[in-house]
Every structure is written in C-alpha cells, then in structure tokens.
C-alpha cells in the first residue's frame, strides 16, 4: 500500500522558519522524482520544488534561495527546509512522488505564517 506522509508543517512568524518532511512506503522511493506544492484557500495548487531520482532541483521562483528541497533514499523520506518565511508562503504542503505514469501525492501538511 503506497503511503506518503507529510509532517512539520505548524504556525510560524515571518522570518522564520519550517522543515517539512514525508515520509513514503509501499514503492520504490528512490527511482520516483520528489516533489512539493501547495496550495494557499482560493487559490490553485502549484509546484514549489523538484528533486529528481538523481538528485537535481528545482524551485519556483517564489522561493528561490529561501526553501531547500533534500532526499535522504535510506530513510525514504524527502524534506523542505523553508527559512526566512513570509506572510504569501501561507499554504497547505503537499508531496507528490512520480515516475513514468505513476503519480502518489500525501495527505497535506498545513504552514502558517502570520505574526
């Protein structure tokens, strides 16, 4: 059973900062590309990072130089580190694995920056 399970996800000020992580089971994680979205109420989901099988990235604009995406294949989790928050990156967090034509998303993890 294919399971992917985000976390870290909570209140937090501008400035600051969040790690997320999601936890996968029931694939092989490390032939999937991983990746985060979100998505903010009104508004339409949309990508945020990308790490490949291989170990690229890519980012949206939006958080270039600000968010870090990671994969650790042993512990078949993938992470966002998200420093220097603002008050727009306010948003459900959702992971998504694929590969080929096979597409598994989590559950959403809710982040919230607000003073």
């Known amino acids: 059973q294919v399971q992917l399970v985000a976390s870290g996800g909570g209140l937090v000020q501008p400035g600051g900062s969040l790690r997320l992580s999601c936890a996968a089971s029931?694939?092989?994680?490390?032939?999937?590309?991983m990746s985060w979205y979100r998505q903010a109420p009104g508004q339409e989901r949309e990508l945020v990072a990308v790490?490949?099988?291989?170990?690229?990235?890519n980012y949206a604009d939006s958080v270039k130089g600000r968010f870090t995406i990671s994969r650790d294949n042993a512990k078949n989790t993938v992470y966002l580190q998200m420093n220097t928050l603002k008050p727009e990156d306010t948003a459900v967090y959702y992971c998504?694995?694929?590969?080929?034509?096979?597409?598994?998303w989590g559950q959403g993890t809710q982040v919230t920056v607000s003073s």
């Open positions: 029931g694939f092989t994680f490390s032939s999937y590309a």
């Open positions: 998504k694995a694929v590969r080929l034509l096979l597409t598994y």
């Open positions: 790490i490949t099988s291989a170990g690229s990235t």
